[in-house]
């Protein structure tokens, strides 16, 4: 069961499974999203499971909200996209009430310059609006220059952890046949250590599999 709290905003929601996975633990719930499209896909998938729900479209570096107004502000595999991650981490920080939790769940990065680099190319390609994907040293940097206390920092953490195709996760995000096949010859070129590195394998029938790795960082600010 979800400890209750009083409000959640979910920035960069998508199309809102996070925000309404609080139904029921949380009185009041904002969804902040740029694209409309999605804020009305969070809008249906509310009004179908009967959870009442805010919506509000902006960039997570700008968020005409109050600020001190949330118990919990969480952005969950968005902030690869933020155009500035100072920005959006401060905006985040300034909706927290005092006391309040900013937690953070995206896409990793690898301490590695190499591997990172390979991950870097891969996932622009996969998809174009990806701005970066950062380690764990560098999230953690970001929670302490805000003055949030990190409470956890837990990495290397999986989505698919049976591995995702990378066909499949080109169709998801709708790369493209072209895309897809650069990624695919840049696995089968790349350095076996990068590639383990990054948790990616090629199985029986010579799919590369990729376990969509994350990390999850909470933070409490200042009372």
Known sequence: MLPRVESVCDVGCGAGHTALFFAGAATRIVAVDPA???????RQLAAERGVAVETVQAFAE???????S????????SAHHFSSLDCALGEMVRLAKPGGRVAVID????????????????E????????????GSRWKEQFIEASLQIEFCETRLREVPEGLT??????????????????RERMATAPPWVL?????ACDENGEFRIPVRTLLLSGRKPA
Request: charged share 25%; glycine share 4%.
């Open 36 to 42: 409309p499209r999605m804020l009305e896909q969070v």
């Open 62 to 68: 700008s968020i005409p909200l109050d600020s001190a």
């Open 70 to 77: 949330f118990d919990l502000v969480i952005s969950r595999l």
């Open 107 to 122: 896409l990793e990065g690898d301490e590695d310059p190499a591997v990172d680099g390979f991950n870097h190319e891969t």
């Open 124 to 135: 622009l390609l996969h998809d174009p609006t990806h701005v970066r994907s950062y380690p």
């Open 166 to 183: 990378i066909t499949r996760w080109c169709e998801i995000s709708q790369s493209g046949a072209a895309a897809l096949e650069a990624i």
């Open 196 to 200: 383990a590195a990054l948790d990616i």
